[in-house]
Each structure stands twice: as C-alpha cells, then as structure tokens.
C-alpha cells in the first residue's frame, strides 16, 4: 500500500507544471478575473468583502477538482495500458488499493488548495476564524472527490466518460454552489434550487471555518460531506472487492 502511495504521488509529482501550477494558474486567474473586476463594482457580500468572500470557494474548487482528476485519470489509465492486471494479481486488497489511489488524489487536491489559498493571501491577507472547521472542510472534501474520481474511473470505459462527470457535472454544481455569490441573493426560484446542491454547504462550511461566517450551519455541510464519504467509500470498496470492470 505504501508503494502504491509512494508511486501515486511521484505521479503527478513528475509533472508539476501539468498537475499543479496549471490548475493553480487558472484559479488565480478566477480570483483576479472575477475578483478584482467585481470587488470595484460589489463592496460587500454576506457582510465580508468581495475578495475575501470568494477565497473558500476557490480554495475549495481546486481541492475538488485535482483530487477527482488524480484518482480517476490515474486507475482509468491503467486499465487502458493493461497494467491493472499488476494491480489485481498482487497481494492488495479493495481497502489497500483504495488507500494507495485516494491517499495519492488527496495529497495533490490539497497541495493546489493550500497553494491556491496562499496566493489569496497576497491579496486579502490571511484568515483562519475556525482552524478545526477549515480543516475538516478541506482534509473530507479532498477525501470525498478522491472516492468519486476512483468511482468514475472503475464504471469508465471511454475518455469521455470520465470527463462526463468535472464537465456535466461538477462545474455547474460547483459554478451555482455560491463560489462567487451568495445563492441567497438568487433570484426566486433558482435560490430554492440552490438548496438542492450539496456544494453550496460544502463551500459554506469551508467559508465558516476560513472566515466565520456562513449563511447555513457548517454542521448541515459537515453532515452532508460525511455521508456522501461513507456512501461513496462503502460502494467503491464494493465495486472493487467485485472486480466490477476491473476484470477481463
């Protein structure tokens, strides 16, 4: 397991440029882009100033995003080289294999987020209201999209199969879960919608614990990531211990 881990990390360490400054480069431009632009134009959201308010959502994005992306590319490529059968035939089990994947997309999900929110930094200064709260926020998020992108990987048959979920699915829910506005200022009845997505109280937890303050109760987005944990972990571990499309 730890050499599953160990190999995962080297991964996308080898490619730094690829698996860490783009996605990096790219959030930062969101936080210039939006803002930069908009700060001028809103003062205020939620009674915190623009720049620090989209910084949680931000930080989150590029948590969910990596963690997803490591995890899922790196078990789909395997089975498309073949060299999965490696995996299968040596003495890990559903658990260990899992550990090696997830271990491996939770590093590189949170070294884009600290990094993204050390870039913040520079331009809001530095906040942490609730140390424990961020980092539940941070350490379940990575863990809960590391389980998602091993999924989607496993069911996955295609390359446009595993695009299907970041591209349809993850960045409209992540773009209306109140990344760069509070979903209580929608319009009727989009802010009712907003209710039924669940990043909008993931963000707002991290929000909590960044900054201390949160339009919905961080223990709503705490419990919301901590069963969409255990019931993404319970069937990936089945799938796997199945050997659901894992076997010839």
């Known amino acids: 397991m730890k050499t599953l881990l160990a190999k995962e990390v080297r991964r996308f360490m080898r490619v730094p440029g690829q698996t860490v400054l783009s996605p990096l480069i790219s959030t930062t431009l ?14 205020t959201v939620e009674g915190l100033p623009y720049l620090h308010f989209i910084v949680p959502g931000l930080v989150f994005l590029g948590i969910a995003n990596n963690a997803f992306l490591n995890s899922s590319s790196s078990l789909f490529i395997t089975k498309i080289q073949g060299t999965v059968v490696d995996l299968l035939v040596a003495p890990l089990g559903p658990g260990e294999l899992m550990a090696g994947f997830i271990g491996g997309a939770m590093v590189r999900g949170l070294v884009v987020g600290l990094l993204t929110w050390l870039v913040a930094t ?3 200064g530095f906040s942490l209201e609730h140390a424990g709260v961020a980092a539940y926020f941070l350490i379940l998020s990575s863990y809960v999209f590391s389980v998602l992108g ?4 496993v069911w996955a048959e295609k390359f446009e199969q595993i695009n299907f979920f970041p591209t349809f699915v993850m960045l409209p829910l992540t773009f209306l879960g109140g990344v760069f506005y509070s979903v209580r200022e929608l319009p009727a009845p989009w ?14 937890g991290l929000r909590y614990g960044m900054l201390g303050r949160s339009i919905y109760s961080p223990l709503g987005g705490g419990s919301i990531l901590f069963a969409v944990a255990v019931v993404a972990t319970a069937l990936t571990y089945g799938v796997l211990r199945s050997g659901y499309k894992m076997k010839a």
Request: aromatic letters at 20%; glycine letters at 2%; hydrophobic letters at 55%.
């Open 30 to 43: 969101y936080f210039i882009v939006f803002g930069v632009s908009m700060s001028s134009r809103v003062q």
């Open 122 to 124: 520079f331009f809001t």
């Open 150 to 153: 091993l999924l989607a990987a």
């Open 191 to 204: 802010n009712t919608v907003s209710l039924f997505n669940p990043m909008v109280y993931m963000v707002e």
